[in-house]
């Protein structure tokens, strides 16, 4: 009997096991509430807002480093570690540590699915690819030698540990894919369409980029290889580059979340302590734009004053202390800072690459090489796209037709000074895009930037040429680290990057 | 009524001589709470005449005679003789205080004697923990049980407990154990923790668990003992019984009340106070330069000047205002009143219980209260059928947690940092007459603490129910089934608010979070209880279980608020909304078999087969389940050799066991991707989406395994007073799933793989002694002692570190895992040193900054604690020591400290120079004098070393003391009170030993993966306070 029951009861306890013990965990384990893929169209502005920057990196690696090392602000405020040439860890690597998380995994992520898709000889593969150089190109322009050709692909191919190319290398990829992505673009509107944000699907703009930024990573050539810079900087122009301020490559911001937003505009937002370098006031003296770009804070009514008489820089390496020293004085009210009516905006539109410096490129073609012409035009043309644009920020900004006409009158095109004029209006041009000021600054040395010397700076009063990588390669990434420690030098920020020797 | 009694028993006897016959007695055993009890041994006195009760508590004995004398023994409970008279006797059995250490707790709540267990388990009674009652009751747990060790955190009373037992034994997750209440698993999942960039520790379920409710606390320590729990105990379990209703006399209320204060023990801070606010030695003379100094006291000589300008523009003497820190803060209380109504009868026990605790902490404006009900019933409802169920209703308010780790919003920061010639009680209200921050910094990120403390706000509110029940039928007396089903569900809600006018955030923003949180799970248990032969039982169950969690997470988050007085979510110019659903699920099968031979040799057997969810995918060839095995025995030598007298008891174990889990994340085997937002520019609106994972899936995971072995033993000597258990165990956890960090140039921070290893390996001594036995004096010593080398053996494929991400940050260091070290190793920037470890310089005179290195351990491998309690006559005297020893600290308020000359040793060299001397950058010999006006370069060049605020956090500290005295029953007899007593209870008075310097060792500001690092969390505090508990 006791059998029996013992028996009985262990059956139905087996039987109740057969009873598949997963079932149904397949489907449990899928996210409800995301999908397994999305089209292009919605990963591709993503990319570009990601691109664009936001705050945590364009508030570290473009306004406290490049800006202040290019002496186009000034802070007295001891983080703002470029000033004064401090190297700040977590800084220093911030675009390195928002770009490839974020705008790079993402940029590789849609040129992987459009090639899974089959989709190589669409206009979207092109765009893709001309975005993804324009990502890239600030990395290494700004690092020296990074993760290009197995980076942002830790999904795709299952490499964590990507190697770091040679800028050399890279450059040559980059304007091959330049060079391959405009000739896949036709003419008219493509599928994307408005999902496109920065030429709304016209792949005629498309193509004018990626001729300009061919023509831009072409020039960054020119001391270590002028025969390719010539060679590549004939391919663009034959090609077609930016024509007008319609041309020019932007994201127009708007006000929303984080990702919406223009990165700087936020920056200013909850960091008003940068102010315009003495050096950069200096060089906007008769220069129309120097009531567009300098103000002093608002008064107590809220009244901006950017009338140029009014203006007083502030020199770079002064902290609170030493401040009191200098002859304009420790109250910082009476400093000018980026004109908060125009420059300061979550909503303004954030540039990649204008015509303008388009033309003073070309300009600078003409008078290394002979190349598109008559170099005092595009000169001309360069400095009147540069002043007409900054409309874009909001009407008030714009500078009339006489004021230019006056500014070119007082600064004719200088044949015997040439590259020093148009570097230094290049200078002018790029405000507020410091990446490339710092670039192109790098690779002609004008304006001519006199360092300062704070004590315990880390450059020995140079200006950093380069900015050191994140501390966690070194553990994370070592193997690949430490080559290219070894082929590039010291991570340190006084190392000149490739095309900078 | 004595009279009475006398006729009544004359009467009686006489009925008994009349019937000097043979007869049968029948009746009914119960314990206290009316339940039956089965297999009570019934033997008449004086013969072999005997029977025991079967499972309805009956039994039925012929006896020889009317005088004759039945004795009732249970293990467990009081051996009890009673004189026959009449047919019918029932009885009830006490629970025996003496032997009930004889009776633990199990897996799956079942009741065992500790001499068949092959394992390591420690009981705590209740009363341990309601002694010195803690917010979170499970800290009372510090320093009482060998292996277990108790972290603090300096986030407050609300915040959470991290308990490790027997090391870390995963390199993800929090290696937190598995709570088990009443039966089911019940939600330890933290809210949310302050991380590198602040943030509020927003406390830890287990903290639910109320402690005036909790009967007992069994700690299954290693994988033996868990090895039912398969899948869910790699970190060791603990098993929490809660009290149910008792058979007692009179009304069964029972009343505690508990009232603590508690104030900073500001005998930790030792800041300088000879120089104050400004830079390169000068004072500040305009409010401009007192703000643009903020919290830099690298001003002049305190004296030196007679008045400075401050942050206010007011020039206020320039002198030591004293001690910040005991001015902001003020003497917390918290006040924990509980009735409890308890009654049992035939066939049913019930207890009901309500708490109020409040708490008004330390930061002005902040403070918790929490109402706790709870329910336990059990019932005979038919004839072998048992149902028992507990109910607990758990509310909780929190207000304005504290903020801890960076600045901003962090009130801590600044009190803690202001140059000694500010009081800051200047910075009151806190609010400009715009109604904006009233800024004490130029650095918008430092906050007047006046304003974090009343503007900023942060409110959490919990509601929880966990209830279970167990229905048991006993088929036969040899054969039962159970069935056990529980839920623990709770919602979330917390507001927090940054306000308009806040200087770092201008236009203010906010947070709405809604967690909706709910466990379910349900055991079915075949259990057969068999004596095989006179000798050799069996004792076998089979059980299948079915948990699944369901975290729905549900965040609106609004920032730049339109009208700056309202703090509404919809009053914001940007809106993010963002919901997740989390389903895991995990089913199980197991079964556990215990032969036992003589009731001295044990051998149990168990294995479970685990099921997981999380691992599960279509198409996926990597196995989604695991099989765990135990097995554990016991032999209790004392009873089978003869042993001389004063050797009382013992007993040597040995366990082996495979336990281990599966992931604990779901969805992490595939990429996803999810729409963000709109862009709207240029009239375009258009979506925008991205891939959601920031780690890389990995479609080919499997769960993990942790085998370990453990041997043990367990000696009485001289009458039992003197006791010593030891265990050594040893465990390794292998193909661990770790999110190994991964370069971010990969586009991915982490990826997921099977590849973690780490073992443990470690000794726990539990010693007791009872010095002195008396009537009217007793002395007893309960001291124990783990030591636990932990080596995290594998990372991930290149043996690179592994860092839990912002949690685990301090300044230019954090905890991670390395290779050849133990888990939280301690990770920074280094001093450069020579081969003679001469320091290198940088030509200023700074030290270089050298390459990240381990600068210290963040978990102490050596735990300790004694306590020692003293009776004479109704006085109780009990306190508890406890040492932490191996371990290091990471003080981030050192770092600042040196970067802003608030501490002690930034005083060198500020008005001579300071002299330093060791090579350059060359390795050539190398000193210089670093300027007075500019020493601060060097304190500020420590800040950016992490070597330099790494501190020693061995610690001895006086923890808990309690000073009770129990009312003589004499005092009560008139009374309607049965039971009263009266104590006077302190907790964490002072240290007895302590190397940190301006922290207290034990003031990690994240509890959760972070160890051993430290950033302005809340001072730490003393509390002292009374305790009162009546009966009647």
């Known amino acids: 009997m006791k059998n029996i029951i013992y028996k009985g009861v262990l059956t139905l306890f087996a039987l109740a096991m057969v009873v598949s013990c997963d079932e149904g965990f397949e489907d449990l384990n899928e996210d409800p509430t995301k999908a397994s893929q999305i089209d292009v169209k919605f990963k591709f502005p993503n990319t570009v807002l990601f691109a664009s920057g936001q705050r945590y990196e364009t508030w570290r690696g473009n306004l406290i480093y490049c800006s202040t090392m290019m002496q186009h602000l000034a802070n007295t405020q001891g983080y703002w570690s470029g000033d004064k040439y401090f190297w700040n860890a977590a800084y220093s690597s911030a675009f390195w540590d928002a770009m490839y998380p974020q705008a790079v995994k993402t940029v590789e992520d849609m040129k992987f699915q459009l090639e899974t898709e089959e989709l190589t000889s669409s206009p979207e593969y092109a765009m893709v690819r001309i975005l993804r150089v324009f990502i890239y190109h600030r990395l290494t322009d700004l690092y020296g030698d990074i993760p290009y050709s197995e980076a942002g692909k830790a999904f795709i191919e299952g490499n964590t540990r990507p190697r770091y190319d040679a800028q050399e290398d890279i450059y040559a990829d980059m304007l091959k894919e330049l060079e391959e992505s405009v000739a896949l673009l036709g003419t008219g509107t493509a599928e994307i369409g408005t999902s496109d944000i920065l030429f709304l699907g016209n792949q005629d703009q498309w193509k004018k980029w990626g001729n300009s930024l061919m023509l831009r990573l072409a020039l960054r050539l020119v001391k270590v290889d002028e025969t390719a810079a010539q060679a590549w900087a004939t391919k663009a122009i034959n090609g077609g580059v930016m024509e007008s301020n319609a041309d020019i490559a932007y994201v127009q911001h708007e006000d929303g979340n984080g990702i919406l937003q223009n990165a700087n505009g936020e920056v200013f937002t909850a960091d008003r302590s940068a102010r315009i370098s003495t050096t950069f006031l200096g060089l906007l003296e008769n220069d129309p734009r120097m009531r567009v770009y300098a103000a002093l804070p608002p008064d107590e009514t809220g009244f901006v004053n950017d009338d140029p008489a009014a203006q007083k820089g502030l020199p770079n390496g002064l902290d609170g202390t030493t401040i009191q020293d200098y002859e304009g004085g420790d109250d910082l009210a009476t400093y000018s800072e980026p004109n908060s009516k125009y420059l300061m905006s979550e909503a303004a539109p954030m540039f990649w690459q204008t015509y303008a410096e388009v033309e003073l490129m070309l300009a600078e073609a003409g008078v290394r090489w002979g190349l598109a012409g008559d170099p005092a035009a595009h000169y001309e043309a360069g400095v009147t796209a540069a002043m007409e644009y900054l409309e874009m920020y909001n009407e008030g900004a714009a500078i009339d037709a006489t004021e230019i006409a006056d500014y070119l009158a007082a600064n004719p095109f200088d044949a015997a000074n040439a590259l020093e004029q148009i570097n230094t209006e290049y200078y002018k041009a790029t405000f507020l895009n410091e990446y490339e000021t710092y670039a192109n600054w790098r690779r002609t040395g004008f304006p001519n930037l006199t360092p300062v010397n704070y004590p315990g700076n880390q450059t020995n009063g140079t200006i950093p040429r380069r900015l050191i990588y994140p501390t966690n390669e070194q553990a994370l990434n070592k193997e690949n680290y430490d080559a290219v420690i070894a082929s590039q030098g010291a991570d340190l920020l006084t190392t000149r990057v490739w095309w900078d020797q | ?1032």
Do not use: H
């Open chain 2, 1 to 1032: 009524m004595n009279q009475m009694t006398k006729y009544l028993l004359i009467a009686l006897a006489c009925l008994g001589i009349q019937g000097a016959v043979a007869q049968t007695i029948t009746g009914t055993v119960s314990d206290e709470a009316g339940m039956p009890l089965p297999g009570v041994n019934v033997v008449e006195k004086g013969t072999s005449n005997g029977t025991s009760t079967d499972f309805d508590g009956n039994y039925a004995i012929n006896v020889s005679s009317d005088n004759a004398v039945l004795v009732f023994s249970a293990l467990g409970f009081k051996t009890t003789e009673r004189s026959v008279s009449g047919a019918s006797l029932n009885v009830t059995l006490a629970e025996d205080a003496e032997l009930l250490g004889e009776v633990v707790v199990t897996a799956l709540g079942i009741k065992k004697e500790t001499k068949a267990l092959g394992y390591s388990l420690t009981e705590v009674g209740g009363e341990k923990l309601s002694e010195v009652k803690q917010v979170n009751a499970i800290n009372a747990l510090q320093g009482q049980v060998a292996g277990v060790n108790v972290t603090g955190a300096a986030t407050g009373p609300s915040g959470t407990s991290k308990v490790v037992i027997r090391g870390v034994s995963s390199l993800s997750g929090t290696s937190q154990p598995l709570y088990i209440v009443d039966g089911i698993p019940i939600n330890n999942q933290n809210l949310g923790s302050a991380s590198r960039w602040g943030g509020s520790d927003y406390g830890d379920g287990i903290s639910s668990i109320n402690a005036d409710d909790i009967e007992s606390v069994s700690v299954l320590k290693g994988g033996a003992a868990g090895a039912l729990y398969g899948s869910r105990a790699s970190n060791g379990v603990i098993v929490i019984t809660t009290k149910s209703g008792k058979k007692q006399q009179g009304l069964g209320v029972e009343l505690s009340s508990s009232v603590q204060l508690e104030s900073v023990n500001t005998d930790l801070y030792e800041f300088q106070n000879q120089y104050g606010q400004g830079l390169n030695g000068v004072a500040p003379t305009t409010q401009q330069e007192a703000l643009d100094a903020g919290m830099q006291s690298w001003g002049s000589r305190l004296g030196s000047v007679s008045t400075a300008a401050q942050f206010d523009g007011v020039n206020r003497p320039y002198v030591d205002t004293g001690d910040n820190v005991s001015r902001y803060y003020r003497t917390a209380n918290t006040l924990i009143n509980t009735v409890a109504i308890s009654k049992a009868g035939e066939g049913y026990n019930l207890r009901f219980s309500a708490t109020d605790l409040n708490n008004n902490d330390i930061t002005p404006n902040s403070g918790l209260n929490r109402k706790s009900f709870s329910l336990n019933g059990g019932a005979v409802l038919a004839d072998k059928l048992t149902l028992d169920v507990a109910g607990k209703f758990v509310v909780e308010k929190v207000n304005n947690r504290p903020r801890s780790s960076d600045s901003p919003g962090n009130g801590n920061f600044s009190v803690v940092l202001s140059p000694s010639n500010i009081n800051v009680l200047d910075y009151q209200p806190g609010i400009a007459e715009d109604g904006t921050e009233f800024r004490i910094s130029s650095n918008t990120f430092q906050q007047n603490p006046y304003w974090t403390a009343y503007r900023f706000s942060n409110e959490s509110r919990k509601n929880r129910f966990i209830g279970s029940s167990t229905l048991r039928y006993q088929v036969t007396d040899w054969l039962y089934l159970m069935g056990r089903a529980g839920i623990d569900n709770y919602t979330a809600r917390i507001t927090s608010v940054e306000p308009f006018g806040t200087a770092y955030k201008p236009l203010g923003g906010m947070q709405e979070q809604t967690f909706n949180v709910s466990t379910v799970d349900a055991d079915f248990i075949i259990g057969i209880e068999k004596d095989i032969t006179e000798n050799f039982s069996n004792t076998t169950i089979l059980g299948a279980n079915s948990n699944s969690l369901k975290n729905e997470f549900i965040q609106l988050v609004g920032n730049e608020f339109v009208i700056p007085s309202l703090e509404d979510i919809a009053n914001v110019a940007n809106r993010q909304y963002s919901y997740s659903d989390s389903r895991v699920k995990r089913n199980g099968l197991y079964f556990s078999t215990e032969f036992a031979y003589k009731n001295y040799l044990y051998l149990t057997v168990t294995g479970r087969n685990d099921w997981f969810s999380t691992l599960s995918k279509a198409g996926k060839s990597a196995p989604n389940n695991y099989f765990y095995p135990s097995a554990n025995a016991s032999f209790v030598f004392s009873d089978a050799f003869e042993l001389p007298s004063w050797f009382n008891f013992g007993k040597v174990r040995a366990g082996y066991s495979d336990v281990g889990g599966g992931a604990n994340d779901p969805y992490q085997l595939s990429l996803n991707y999810a729409i963000n937002d709109t862009y709207n520019g240029r009239g375009t609106g258009v979506s925008i989406g991205s891939i959601s994972n920031s780690g890389v899936p990995n479609e080919n995971l499997e769960p993990f395994s942790k085998k370990e072995y453990e041997v043990g033993l367990d000696m009485r000597f001289l009458n039992n007073r003197l006791g010593l258990d030891l265990a050594y165990y040893s465990n390794k956890t292998t193909n661990d799933i770790v999110g190994i960090n991964t370069s971010q140039a990969s586009g991915y921070n982490s990826a997921f793989i099977n590849i973690g290893e780490l073992t443990n390996k470690g000794v726990e001594v539990l010693l007791t002694g009872k010095p002195v036995v008396s009537e009217n004096f007793s002395w007893d010593i309960n001291y124990n002692m783990t030591y636990n080398e932990n080596e995290v053996v594998k990372t991930d494929p290149d043996g690179n570190p592994i860092f839990p991400g912002d949690a685990a940050y301090g300044v230019n260091s954090q905890a991670g895992y390395l290779e050849g070290y133990p888990a939280a190793t301690l990770y920074g920037t280094t001093f450069v040193r020579d081969e003679d470890g001469n320091i290198q310089y940088d030509s200023d005179g700074t030290p270089t900054v050298g390459d990240n290195d381990v600068i210290g351990n963040g978990i102490a491998p050596w735990t300790m604690g004694i306590t020692n309690t003293f009776r004479y006559k109704n006085v109780n005297l009990s306190f508890l020591i406890d040492a932490k020893f191996g371990g290091e600290i990471f003080s981030g308020t050192s770092a600042f400290a040196n970067f802003y000359g608030a501490s002690k040793n930034t005083l060198v060299g500020r008005e001579n120079g300071l002299p330093v001397s060791g090579v350059d950058a060359d390795g050539n010999a190398f000193s210089t004098t670093i300027p007075a006006e500019n020493v601060n370069i060097y304190y500020q060049r420590l800040y950016s070393i992490a070597e330099a605020n790494v501190q020693d956090a061995d610690f001895i500290k006086f923890r808990q003391i309690s000073l009770g005295y129990q009312f003589p029953s004499a005092m009560l007899e008139k009374t309607f009170i049965k039971n009263a007593s009266i104590s006077l209870i302190g907790r964490n008075l002072f240290f007895l030993m302590r190397k940190t310097e301006n922290i207290d060792p034990e003031s990690a500001y994240n509890n959760t993966v972070a160890n051993g690092i430290e950033r302005f969390g809340l001072p730490s505090t003393r509390s002292y306070g009374l305790s009162l508990n009546v009966k009647f």
